[in-house]
């Protein structure tokens, strides 16, 4: 299983910008798909999932802003960002996993991660 996460790059605060995550060897359609960032010195914060049943949930932080969806290729899934802030720079980690309801906004209960992808927020 592997999953890669894209789209990353220098911005500007206000601008929008789109992540993608591609999986290779599961089915994002069986999988909670999560968004997942951090910074250096700081822990891995929620972001964004969606559940197999597309069911969404978002972090406070980036309510009203962000959305995830699924793409369209089937393993693909996409974090759509608009309103960036300089507090939004970070790296970018997509994951998946199978997961519970309650168990989505925690890092330590998905299985397969991407290798993170940077964006960058200039004021």
């Known amino acids: 299983v592997q999953l890669q996460a894209f789209g990353g790059g220098l911005v500007q605060a206000g601008d929008s910008l789109r992540l993608s995550c591609a999986a290779s060897g599961l089915s994002f359609r069986s999988y909670t798909v999560g968004w997942f960032r951090q910074t250096p010195g700081k822990e891995r914060e929620f972001v964004a999932a969606?559940?197999?049943?597309?069911?969404?949930y978002n972090a406070d932080s980036v309510k009203g802003r962000f959305a995830i969806s699924r793409g369209n290729a089937e393993n693909l899934v996409n974090l759509q960002m608009h309103s960036l802030k300089p507090e939004d720079t970070a790296v970018y980690y997509c994951a998946a996993g199978r997961l519970i309801a309650s168990t989505i906004r925690n890092d330590q209960h998905y299985n397969y991660w991407g290798q993170g992808t940077l964006v960058t927020v200039s004021s």
């Open positions: 969606l559940k197999w049943d597309n069911t969404r």
